[in-house]
Nanobody, 121 residues
Framework: VQLQASGGGLVQPGDSLRLSCAKSSSTFSMDATAWFRQAPGKEREFVAAISWSGETIEYDDSVKGRFTISRDSRKNTVDLQMNSLKPEDTAVYYC???????????????WGQGTQVTVSS
């Protein structure tokens, strides 16, 4: 199982970024894909998750209205559109896949490498 996260970078407050998680074909049995993030000195925290059908979506309250998670079944990717970015969004962002949508990291079996997002003026 392989997950490849990309799209991070350095942006200013208020800017947007789009992260992408490319999933290998061996993850087809994994219905749920999530984004988590970890800031320096902090624990990893849930950001958003989506079922492969797209019918079930969850967001952490801190990103509701600013972030949008979506999936492209043709490309086998799950994207995270991040708008109105704030300095507190600065973190390493990880994508993970599992069988059930949820906000706890232990629910996800496979993890990709992280991509750094830095929001700073």
């Amino acid at each position: 199982v392989q997950l490849q996260a990309s799209g991070g970078g350095l942006v200013q407050p208020g800017d947007s970024l789009r992260l992408s998680c490319a999933k290998s074909s061996s993850t087809f049995s994994m219905d749920a894909t999530a984004w988590f993030r970890q800031a320096p000195g902090k624990e990893r925290e849930f950001v958003a998750a989506i079922s492969w059908s797209g019918e079930t979506i969850e967001y952490d309250d801190s990103v509701k209205g600013r972030f949008t998670i979506s999936r492209d079944s043709r490309k086998n990717t799950v994207d995270l559109q991040m708008n109105s970015l704030k300095p507190e969004d600065t973190a390493v962002y990880y994508c993970a896949t599992g069988t059930v949508v949820g906000n706890a990291d232990f629910m996800y079996d496979y993890w990709g490498q992280g991509t750094q997002v830095t929001v700073s003026s």
